[in-house]
């Protein structure tokens, strides 16, 4: 085989390969473009040539034209190449790769800038129709050794049949002089064109009305001091809101830091709160229970009397079982109390070391129901007889007195307290006194079986008729040998006064107690009380 024949196989096989390619990268240009650039080669005078891998006008020519319209790409200034510098396709094609790589339409839609070829022979440039009848038309070519590129005019009739009309993928028409196009640019931009007055069109304007970003295109940044926010840019190339930020914890959320607040809220670690570094408690706090922690962060342990016992219980905690107070009395009148508390706490109550103070009391001051001849001191209405232990019951008794000068109710609430630790404060560790006025005709005496506040069944009233009558009679004994008691307590025990208190706060011993008088001992088994010989106030017990 001819070897200039092998060679134009193998050159012809890989165009056509190559086809394809060009057809997707071939750019939109005007049918005016097309015939522009011709009329430059027209004007150039360029030679034909095949170059040295044709064959035929292989020597003694120069095979490349740098089209200065064509962005001064070289082109090979055959017939086909010409025809593929004018469509400004990505490279120059032969005639079969024109024949495979363009549109095939008919003889009478040729319009300006399509192309006429013979696929394996010549390619012609088609201008424009000579006649209306369409037989003849104008056309740029090269095709012969030594000749430059001209303008012809060609019969159709001579060439149909053997030629093929062809058109390139994406050529438009040409424009009308003053005409605007307008395209899409950049980020959202717009950018145009005009039309000259040859149905040129000119060139692009800058790209204008652009947004600062592309559609879909994120930007992170860091914000405060542990995290990072990210936008995303909107499909009109306008970036979105801030998304939330936030961060990874500092150290893993192992720094162990202080909150500030009170409790067991106190402890907390280092975390990235919305991207700020922050101290968060380990503890939520909860409702208060009875267990000398401050669950609810408040900082006051077992704060608002919590019913609830915690597992394990506080040290000290104490609940209200029994209770006999005096609901009326005279303006100086004294009356008698007493109340029988559960030790709930874990620690046992020592005698003296647990004290019957009031809030009133607490606060400074001393209570309205003050009695300075039998209270231990303004601020101590009983002391602890003996001790107790976790589980059993401890009784305290004590006096009240209407000051002289009452008019109305008095109230107060007395607690109970250890000078070591303060008030105790759960799960019921009070008892609230309401006493009001005595009405004229009343009986005054202080703690009258009609008279007393009772609870949990310690009432000294009867439930028969007969034990009403007796328990009247008994009631008026008692009242003669109370009131005799009474003389000579305030006779022995006149240095005891509100303006030399023992402080319930000091740590001291609780007050000594004066002994129980034979006239009280009788007194109380007849209202079903007994005393300890060695504090008579403040051991008062029911008679089992």
Not at 18 to 24: F, I, M, N, Q
Not at 433 to 444: I, T
Not at 448 to 469: F, I
Not at 480 to 488: D, K, P
Request: proline share 7%; with cysteine.
């Amino acid at each position: 085989m001819n070897p200039n024949t092998l060679h134009r196989i193998i050159v012809a096989l890989a165009l056509g390969v190559a086809v394809e390619a060009a057809a997707s990268e071939a750019s939109a240009i005007t049918r005016c473009e097309v015939l522009e650039d011709a009329q430059s080669w027209v004007d150039a005078h360029v030679m034909y040539c095949q170059g040295p891998y044709g064959s035929y006008c292989t020597s003694g020519c120069d095979p490349c034209y740098y089209d200065p319209l064509r962005g001064g790409e070289c082109w090979r200034p055959d017939c086909s190449g010409f025809v593929s510098a004018t469509w400004w396709l990505s490279y120059a094609m032969n005639t079969t790769g024109l024949c495979n790589y363009a549109i095939h339409i008919g003889w009478d839609d040729l319009e300006p800038g399509d192309a006429v070829v013979a696929c394996s022979q010549h390619a012609i440039l088609f201008a424009s129709w000579a006649d209306s009848s369409h037989s003849n038309f104008h056309a740029y070519e090269t095709g012969q050794c030594g000749t430059a590129a001209h303008h012809s005019t060609r019969n159709r009739w001579t060439l149909e049949g053997e030629y093929t009309p062809l058109r390139r993928p994406g050529i438009e028409n040409c424009c009308n002089a003053g005409e605007v196009e307008q395209q899409d640019c950049g980020n959202c931009g717009k950018h145009h064109r005009t039309c000259s007055g040859d149905g040129h069109w000119g060139g692009w304007s800058a790209c204008e009305g652009q947004g600062p970003c592309s559609p879909g295109e994120t930007d992170t940044q860091d914000c405060c001091d542990c995290g990072s926010h990210t936008r995303t840019c909107s499909g009109s190339c306008k970036w979105q809101d801030w998304g939330a930020c936030g961060g990874p914890d500092p150290n893993g959320g192992k720094t162990e830091c202080d909150t500030g607040e009170p409790g067991p809220c106190a402890s907390g670690k280092q975390r990235c709160v919305q991207g700020c570094k922050k101290c968060v408690r380990d503890y939520e706090p909860k409702p208060e229970t009875c267990d000398d922690v401050d669950n609810d962060c408040s900082g006051v342990v077992d704060d608002g009397n919590p019913a609830q016992m915690g597992n394990p219980p506080p040290k000290y905690a104490a609940e209200l079982k029994d209770i006999s107070t005096p609901m009326s009395l005279l303006p100086g009148e004294t009356g008698s109390a007493w109340a029988g508390f559960i030790n709930r706490g874990t620690s046992a109550w020592k005698r003296d070391d647990v004290w019957l103070t009031t809030e009133t009391a607490a606060k400074g001051k001393p209570s309205p129901l003050y009695d300075s001849t039998t209270w231990a001191a303004w601020d101590v209405a009983a002391t602890l007889a003996n001790d107790v232990l976790p589980g059993e019951i401890a009784y305290f008794r004590w006096d009240v007195r209407m000051p002289d000068d009452a008019t109305k109710a008095v109230s107060d609430t007395f607690v109970l307290k250890v000078p070591s630790s303060g008030l105790i404060r759960c799960p019921v560790p009070d008892v609230a006194l309401n006493v009001r006025m005595h009405s004229d005709g009343e009986d005054n005496a202080g703690a009258q079986p009609g008279e007393a506040q009772a609870n949990g069944g310690c009432s000294a009233s009867t439930s028969t008729p007969l034990g009403s009558a007796w328990f009247a009679m008994a009631g008026l004994a008692v009242g003669m040998i109370m009131r005799r008691t009474n003389r000579r307590r305030r006779s022995s025990r006149s240095a005891l006064s509100p303006a030399s208190p023992m402080s319930s706060e000091s740590g001291s011993e609780g007050p000594a107690c004066a002994e129980t008088s034979p006239d009280q001992r009788v007194a109380l088994r007849i209202l079903g009380t007994r005393y300890s010989p060695t504090s008579s106030r403040n051991s008062a017990k029911p008679l089992r």
